[in-house]
């Protein structure tokens, strides 16, 4: 049978995310109670890195230790793939000695052809198209204050990027409304909008997307790969910016997020990263709990296969 893996959030059934959203948040607890967590004596994460990452890299390694396993830290310098080996053979290799495998790359292809070779299951830890790790996290936070998103609306503010197309996911998953500032011209993947047209919708005016929604996200202006058209893309994203006045138009008791890393004044207003009441800082520590939730579904799911 083949192995089970996590490319986007379309690779779980919505039961499925909200069950692991639930062991994530008693794995939570459990941590912070000092409960011994070590289930998976032995077992071996490989850990891909083709971007760097201080999140991803700190929440797997510690996520994969707290489990009682180990985790490898691989980037392109470290390995043949790196060196032009192809990625079905270097994913039939790496999937014979390790237990799970964490890539974190550029093409959405990769992580897909790797997944097809590889003898283990594998995790989607950041790919161009998609970061559906992060949106386990921006979902566990989200319920954690405010209870289900379930018939929500949330407003994404900025690039149609990867984090942006994962929330279009996840509109479909967690069942809500989901309304998309960004200048013209950035908008997100036209398919994945045509394929979700009953729940997403895109606009070029932050203050309207923002008019009633439960939870503001955003993110960097420029991601990686892109830094060469940073002058350029703060031209055209300076009114898109997450701030005080922009939480004004939400609900009330309105959540806002980012992902991390943030530029402090450009994408979000260093007041609201902040505030006393963000919870951004927990939106990262939520990747921790999220990613051991998943680990620990992928590695049942390889044990009973």
Not at 172 to 179: A, G, S, Y
């Amino acid at each position: 049978m083949a192995p089970r893996h996590f490319l986007t959030l379309l690779d779980f059934s919505p039961a499925e995310l909200d069950a692991l959203l639930d062991r994530a948040s008693e794995l939570k607890r459990g941590h912070r109670a000092g409960e011994d967590q070590r289930r998976f004596p032995g077992k071996v994460l490989g850990m891909v890195f083709a971007k760097s990452s201080t999140r991803t890299r700190v929440s797997f390694e510690a996520g994969m230790a707290q489990l009682g396993g180990h985790a490898m830290f691989l980037s392109p310098n470290d390995t043949q793939l790196g060196r032009g080996e192809p990625i079905e053979d270097s994913a039939r290799v790496i999937s014979s000695m390790v237990d799970v495998v964490m890539i974190r790359t550029f093409g959405h292809d990769i992580v897909e052809r790797f997944a097809v070779s590889s003898s283990v299951p594998v995790i989607n830890a950041l790919t161009d198209s998609f970061h559906p790790c992060q949106l386990l996290a921006d979902m566990q936070t989200y319920r954690e204050h405010r209870g289900s998103i379930a018939g929500r609306t949330v407003c994404w503010v900025g690039d149609g990027n990867n984090m942006c197309q994962s929330y279009i996911n996840a509109a479909r998953q967690f069942d809500f409304e989901l309304r998309i500032a960004c200048p013209p011209g950035f908008e997100p993947d036209a398919a994945l909008l045509a394929a979700n047209g009953d729940r997403v919708s895109v606009g070029h005016d932050p203050a309207a997307a923002a008019t009633g929604a439960d939870l503001l996200v955003t993110d960097v202006w420029a991601s990686m790969g892109q830094e060469a058209e940073q002058q350029d893309r703060a031209k055209a994203f300076a009114p898109f910016q997450l701030n005080a006045e922009l939480l004004t138009r939400a609900a009330p008791g309105a959540l806002y997020m980012h992902c991390l890393p943030a530029h402090r004044g450009e994408e979000i207003s260093a007041g609201l990263m902040d505030a006393p009441d963000s919870v951004i800082w927990e939106e990262a520590e939520n990747r921790l709990h999220a990613q051991k939730a998943l680990l620990e579904a992928l590695l049942d799911s390889a044990a009973n296969a």
